[in-house]
T-cell receptor, first 117, second 116 residues
Framework: KAGVTQTPRYLIKTRGQQVTLSCSPI?????VSWYQQTPGQGLQFLFE???????NKGNFPGRFSGRQFSNSRSEMNVSTLELGDSALYLC????????????????FGQGTRLTVV | GENVEQHPSTLSVQEGDSAVIKCTYS??????FPWYKQELGKGPQLIID?????GEKKDQRIAVTLNKTAKHFSLHITETQPEDSAVYFC???????????????FGTGTRLQVTL
């Protein structure tokens, strides 16, 4: 079974631009979460989508947004990029089975390394 | 909100020795505690997890213990090998039957170095 796929792996953008990152979850997984990883702040939760609906959101400004498509693939967008947005952006997918004990294992992709110059 | 503290930040052990990494959490409602290993240039890899209805779980050389009363959980790696060298993260979340529990709060990470 293929793992979580994130594209692109690397991006260099200029301040003020916007960027879109893509994530394809593990087949059958309906939940997709996004995290930002930086040396200073560590791993921080951005938001989570399940069945095309945002269910949970972290403490990030409105410049950070996302969406999920009917095939569970997800994108996140950052508008008006700032230098501080330089980070590794990680996507994680989970299988949510409401009929049994919560299956909350989250499997991460390799991430997209965003550099803002 | 939930806060997870992790210690130590760096840990150096000799090959064959054991390594222990400890975490504490603040929200007593947290009931799911995964551990991740992150190698350079890669995303975090789930290595073991434990739920609050279990006190200990073992998978070959890796074990995790949970003390709900003290809100502590620990990762134990025995017979360490050079390939165990990586950054390890603990995390906590609240799992529910409605499947809303996918927000992980991470510790700050432990850089484990296994020397020959």
């Amino acid at each position: 079974k293929a793992g979580v796929t994130q594209t692109p792996r690397y991006l260099i953008k200029t301040r003020g631009q916007q960027v879109t990152l893509s994530c394809s979850p593990i087949s059958g997984h309906r939940s997709v979460s996004w995290y930002q990883q930086t040396p200073g702040q560590g791993l921080q939760f951005l938001f989570e989508y399940f069945s095309e609906t945002q269910r949970n959101k972290g403490n990030f400004p409105g410049r950070f947004s996302g969406r999920q498509f009917s095939n569970s693939r997800s994108e996140m967008n950052v508008s008006t990029l700032e230098l501080g947005d330089s980070a590794l952006y990680l996507c994680a997918s989970s299988f949510m089975d409401r009929a049994t004990v919560p299956n909350t294992e989250a499997f991460f992709g390799q991430g997209t390394r965003l550099t803002v110059v | 909100g939930e806060n997870v503290e992790q210690h130590p930040s760096t840990l150096s052990v000799q090959e064959g020795d054991s390594a222990v990494i400890k975490c504490t959490y603040s929200d007593s409602a947290s009931n799911y505690f995964p551990w991740y290993k992150q190698e350079l240039g890669k995303g975090p890899q789930l290595i073991i997890d434990i739920r609050s209805n279990v006190g200990e779980k073992k998978d070959q050389r890796i074990a995790v213990t949970l003390n709900k009363t003290a809100k502590h959980f620990s990762l134990h790696i025995t017979e360490t090998q050079p390939e165990d060298s990586a950054v390890y993260f603990c995390a906590a979340s609240i799992g529910t039957y409605t499947g809303t529990a996918s927000k992980l709060t991470f510790g700050t990470g432990t850089r484990l170095q296994v020397t020959l």
